[in-house]
Each structure stands twice: as structure tokens, then as C-alpha cells.
């Protein structure tokens, strides 16, 4: 299970334009104070303060790795930067968020096994009832090779890749596989439909009413700016950019 965070200024803007934002419909996939509708704190919403200070305006999708430590070495050595990295007094490595050559940045947490998810992560929903996650990542950049081999090393990921085809011709996007070979996140090359994203970590929020989420997001000073919808007109997806400008892409349950 993936969660994120982001420090934000105008923090009290923030947290109303993403409670009611990701609160749509009649049984909505999350709470007001952003819990996911089982209680778990899938997406942390903090204020920005003088300790945050040296952290971009992104979602930070906080990936799982078998040695912090190790990992951070290895994302230096191919170009990354450290933005924070907090040690256990005996001096282990217990997290940190680093920037890739992109600029995009993410977190490295240690692995969690099942024990230790709390309760209501082992809870399933009723049947065909949807669960507020994060449902996918998505890193759109210009050198998609280059940043599929970071990310490979870094939290060693696999590849797959994605036969594509824009107006220039043909080419191949990455989809990036777990331990156990399930996809977790996608790496795009800025051409075709993902010409105008910016090189961020996109976190996919499912909500229960894509159209009320966007009539909200317009509400509340977002912006919408791409949006797709299957053969019978309702919307599937959406890139967003909210009123302080970090992006994120909302998606129908």
C-alpha cells in the first residue's frame, strides 16, 4: 500500500479544497479530515514551516526499501539529491525523501510487514466497495530511460515496457514492477498525451463522483487540466493542479 505527503502553505486552504475535493458522492472513499473511509492515513496534508522549507510543492509518494541507507547511496551516485534524511540515534537510517535529476521527489521508507499494518489496513471493504488508496503513480519526464534506470537501482524496481506512438512515430514508456512483478507506478516519456505534465510524482486519488470532484475542484480555485472519459461520456480521469499549484490526478472508483 503506498501513501504520500506534502507540506503546503496556506495550509487551512488546502485541507478544505482536498476534504471536499476528495469527499464526493454519496459514499464517499474519504473523510473531511483526509483518512480514507477504513480510518487509515493514506495522504498526509502537513503546513509548510521553516523545518519543511527545502521541500518542493509535490505529492511525495513514500516507497518501501529494504535498506534506506543503502538506496540513499545509491540515488547520489546517480544524480539525486538528499532533501532530508533522519537517523535513529545509533545512527540507522530510518527514513528520507531525496529528489531524482528531475526534480521529482519521493520518500524511502523502510519495508512494513503485514504485522505491523494496523487493524484497518487488514480490514477489506464489503464487496464491491471501494477503499480510499493511492491508486497508481505516474513520473512523466523528457529522458524516461534515464529515469527508468534511477529508479531500477535506486528501490529496485523492474521494467516492462509499454509500446507507444505518438505524431513523431513509436517509442516505449516503462511500467515499473514491485518484488513481487505487480505494477506500482508508471515512467513516461513528455511526449503525446503527457506532453504538458510536469516532471512530478502524479498520485491517482480515486474518488466516488469524478464529475462532482471536478465541479469542486473549480469551486474551491483548482485547476483542471486534462481530463478523459470512457465511450459512454463519464469522466475516468483527471489531471489537476490545486490553488497552490501541486498536481495530482483524481480518478472515478
Not at 31 to 37: A, G, H, P, V
Not at 86 to 92: F, I, L, N, Y
Not at 121 to 136: L, Y
Amino acid at each position: 500500500m503506498f501513501s504520500a505527503d506534502i507540506a503546503v502553505p496556506e495550509h487551512e486552504r488546502e485541507l478544505r479544497f482536498y476534504s471536499r475535493v476528495l469527499s464526493a458522492g454519496s459514499a464517499p472513499l474519504w473523510r473531511q479530515d483526509l483518512l480514507n473511509n477504513l480510518g487509515l492515513p493514506i495522504i498526509g496534508l502537513g503546513a509548510m514551516n521553516d523545518g519543511y522549507a527545502q521541500l518542493p510543492l509535490q505529492w511525495m509518494p513514500h516507497i518501501q526499501v529494504a535498506d534506506v541507507a543503502a538506496s540513499v547511496q545509491r540515488a547520489l551516485a546517480l544524480g539525486g539529491k538528499e532533501l532530508m534524511h533522519h537517523k535513529a540515534e545509533d545512527g540507522s537510517s530510518q527514513w528520507a525523501v531525496l529528489a531524482d535529476p528531475n526534480g521529482a521527489a519521493f520518500g524511502l521508507v523502510p519495508v512494513i510487514s503485514s504485522e505491523s499494518l494496523p487493524p484497518a489496513a487488514k480490514t477489506q471493504p464489503e464487496e464491491n466497495k471501494a477503499a480510499g488508496r493511492i491508486d497508481w503513480l505516474d513520473l512523466t519526464v523528457p529522458d524516461a530511460a534515464a529515469t527508468r534506470n534511477f529508479y531500477r537501482e535506486v528501490v529496485q524496481w523492474s521494467v516492462e515496457e509499454v509500446p507507444m506512438e505518438d505524431e513523431n512515430g513509436t517509442y516505449v514508456d516503462y511500467k515499473m514492477l514491485g518484488s513481487a512483478g505487480t505494477p506500482v507506478a508508471g515512467i513516461c516519456h513528455a511526449r503525446g498525451a503527457n506532453a504538458d505534465l510536469p516532471p512530478v510524482w502524479m498520485i491517482y486519488l480515486p474518488v466516488a463522483d469524478l464529475s462532482e470532484s471536478l465541479r469542486r475542484v473549480e469551486e474551491e480555485g483548482g485547476k483542471i487540466h486534462k481530463t478523459v472519459r470512457d465511450d459512454e461520456g463519464r469522466w475516468v480521469y483527471a489531471a489537476i493542479e490545486d490553488p497552490v499549484g501541486v498536481w495530482f490526478a483524481l480518478v472515478q472508483a
